[in-house]
């Protein structure tokens, strides 16, 4: 089946340090897979970070940035800059581009940023 | 304002117990999802309901089942809890392509 693997956490960083949380992927059931971050902010639901739908191609939201890479089975998350604001959990996940399609996530990563 | 909501947010049980949780979208999304999040295993699909009365077991189903009479709401149901049903419930419904609104979740406990 489908599944995703991820940095295991928790990962603390200082305010204004670099970082990137690693995803791979493995889709066997879905020939075009579509790859996600989302993130968890205390409190609230998951949201979508960003989203890309084509191999070789970059997503990018709030200063975070995700290459799709096709070859590696790989959609790294990376930011230059942290906030203590980006304190989450983020999740890395794959599904098919058909509407209601299923959503496979890795395990999260919960991100601490200290000031 | 696209929203999922879920009732309760919290919630603790008996073992044995029957437990409700509700999940309201005011999108007129056709699919709504129900996952479970447990630490370091990410999010489960449990069941998928592609419109009123259309569902499907997900991955996890055992021990749950779930109703969808209005396109807006979609419950989930565990007749006699278990421990190991003590999880984070997280509704979630989408319109077109694989774009997943989600609600806050509901943490439920089972003692």
């Known amino acids: 089946g489908d599944s995703v693997t991820q940095t295991e956490g928790p990962v603390t960083v200082s305010e204004s340090e670099s970082l990137i949380i690693n995803c791979t992927y493995s889709a066997t059931s879905i020939a075009y897979p579509n790859l996600f971050w989302y993130v968890r902010y205390p409190g609230e639901g998951l949201q979508l970070l960003l989203k890309?739908?084509?191999?070789?191609q970059k997503g990018s939201s709030r200063g975070f940035e995700a290459t799709y890479n096709k070859e590696t089975t790989s959609f790294h998350l990376q930011k230059a800059s942290v906030q203590e604001s980006d304190s989450a959990v983020y999740y890395c996940a794959l599904g098919g581009n058909n509407a209601g399609a299923k959503l496979t996530f890795g395990g999260g990563t919960r991100l601490t940023v200290r000031p | 304002d696209m929203k999922v909501t879920q009732m309760p947010r919290y919630l603790i049980k008996r073992m044995g117990e029957n437990v409700l949780l509700e999940c309201g979208q005011d999108?007129?999304?056709?699919?709504m999802y129900w996952y479970r999040q447990d630490p370091g295993l990410g999010l489960q699909l449990i069941y998928i309901?592609?419109?009123?009365?259309?569902?499907s077991e997900g991955d996890i189903p055992k021990g749950y089942r779930v109703s969808r009479k209005k396109r807006e709401h979609f419950s989930l149901i565990l007749d006699s809890a278990k421990t190991n049903q003590t999880s984070v419930y997280f509704c979630a419904s989408s319109l077109q392509g694989p774009e997943v609104f989600f609600g806050k979740g509901t943490r439920l406990t089972v003692v």
């Open positions: 309901s592609y419109d009123v009365d259309s569902n």
């Open positions: 999108m007129s999304h056709e699919t």
């Open positions: 890309v739908i084509t191999a070789g």
